[in-house]
């Protein structure tokens, strides 16, 4: 999960590379999403309540993000 997290933004850097702008695109919520949730399974098989409540409001902000993201792009279109 750590190493997803870092992926992330070694991905956002790349992606603003190529936009010549600092941009949080959806795969940066998608990947923070996907780490999250790898690290949310380990606690709860850990039973780390630290670990299991940090991601679940984790979780809370990076759905809210791809849902804005998705929403953002319906009324572009």
């Known amino acids: 999960g750590q190493v997803i997290f870092t992926f992330r ?5 790349i992606y603003s590379i190529c936009k010549n702008e600092s941009v949080l695109p ?3 919520w998608l990947i923070s999403l996907s780490g999250s949730i ?3 399974i ?3 098989i850990r039973l780390d309540p630290i670990l299991i409540l940090g991601q679940s409001l984790s ?3 990076y759905v809210r993000n791809v849902m ?7 009324i572009v279109e």
């Open 9 to 13: 933004f070694v991905y956002q850097l």
């Open 26 to 28: 959806l795969g940066f």
């Open 38 to 40: 790898i690290i949310l």
């Open 42 to 44: 380990y606690g709860m």
């Open 59 to 61: 979780l809370v902000a």
């Open 68 to 74: 804005l993201h998705n929403w953002e792009q319906k």
